[in-house]
């Protein structure tokens, strides 16, 4: 057996059972300083676009002044809080790490890259969804549309979707009658997947096919394109340019308004129009179910003392968790499905980080 495949598999049961603990790595990261300066001219936020960055932009809009006050609470003078959205995950990793920015919301894959240069302080709640099946036919159909109203979840899984094009639709059809996909069936399709630090567009797709399909990979795939964000998933799989996309499992959800409007209207949310004539859930086939992945991370530079301090670390953590709690809060990280926040150490993303080395190997 390669390594490879047999890495996959450990990896693959380690995620299903929990076993990597704090222990599996070893932390010779440098430990953050006792205190640092509460004087901070600008403190740079910076989201990664797994939503439209327009409409990122405009939900966080309120975070500045809302942050700043509750730092004041606890003691600090912060001038200006900044907010960006990155160009890719890749991006958000690397100029945190370099100290470009000060605070990142990262997907746990994306920290688990870059985890030698950044620090992880909070990880994401979120209200789990009304289905959690395994098998993909049971997310199909508008009579199987998932509602975000589950129990508060602390993991969400990515799904692979068949797409409205032809092809697409041939695969739908063979899963939703209860056949299995062969590896020629999705060698055969167009598939559009996210950049390798992504945990639902790349990491845990990648698992799913080394468990299903006798190790391969995504990268094993005869015709792959890799998108800048989701949203240019959703645009490729309503237009049929491509037969294969992969997301977060609720992501139907925050596209089911735009997916059947006319493509010069705008959604409540201001998404563009996708010109479906039939719902997606009708249409945007679910035809793989990854294992559970651990939710998005805050995280954190080392390359600025006055933030990677164990003061700061715990006066923003308080803050972010206190204002997340508030109407306001829950509106502004409702952007990402996130409900809340809890404390969270670099070892939580063991796990993580043992599945971004079997993609990358």
């Known amino acids: 057996m390669k390594f490879k495949k047999f890495s996959a598999l450990m990896v693959a049961a380690a995620l299903m059972a929990g076993s990597l603990t704090a222990t599996a ?18 403190l740079a936020l910076q989201f990664v676009p797994s939503r439209d960055p327009e409409e990122i932009i405009s939900g966080t809009s309120d975070l500045p002044e809302l942050l700043i006050a509750a730092m004041a609470d606890r003691g600090y003078t912060i001038g200006n809080v900044e907010i960006t959205v990155s160009d890719s995950y890749e991006a958000a990793g690397e100029a945190l790490a370099a100290g470009a920015i000060d605070v990142a919301w990262l997907p746990g894959g994306t920290y688990a890259l870059y985890s030698d240069e950044t620090d992880v302080v909070l990880t994401a709640t979120r209200n789990g969804l009304s289905n959690d099946s395994e098998t993909p036919a049971d ?8 509602k975000k109203d589950g129990p508060q979840v ?26 299995e996909l062969t590896w020629e069936d999705l060698d055969a399709a167009q598939w559009a997947v996210m950049n390798v630090s992504s945990s639902a567009g790349y ?42 996309i992969v997301c977060y499992a609720d992501g139907r959800n925050d596209y089911e308004e735009s997916w059947s409007i006319p493509a010069d209207e705008t959604d409540s949310t201001g998404k563009q129009g996708l010109g479906r004539e039939d719902v997606i859930w009708n249409e945007l086939n679910v035809i793989g179910v990854t294992d559970k992945i651990y939710n998005d991370t805050v995280a954190i530079t080392m390359a600025d003392p006055d933030v990677y301090n164990s003061e700061f670390i715990k006066d923003f953590q308080d803050a972010i968790i206190e204002i997340a709690g508030t109407e306001e809060g829950k509106a502004i990280f409702g952007i990402y499905s996130h409900t809340g926040y809890a404390t969270a150490v670099d070892a939580d993303y063991d796990v993580a980080r043992a599945a971004l080395t079997v993609v990358e190997n």
């Open 25 to 42: 790595f070893a932390d010779d990261r440098p430990a953050p300083a006792e205190s640092g300066s509460k004087e901070i001219d600008t």
């Open 139 to 146: 997310w199909n159909g508008e009579a199987n549309a998932t």
């Open 154 to 179: 602390t993991f969400y899984r990515a799904l692979i979707y068949a797409t409205p094009s032809e092809y697409g639709k041939e695969l739908a059809a063979k899963v939703n009658a209860g056949e």
């Open 203 to 244: 990491i845990y797709p990648t698992l799913w096919l080394m468990d299903k399909y006798d190790g391969k990979m995504i990268t094993d795939l005869s015709n792959v394109t890799t998108l800048d964000g989701y949203a240019s998933a959703f645009n490729q799989a309503a237009s049929e340019a491509v037969d294969v």
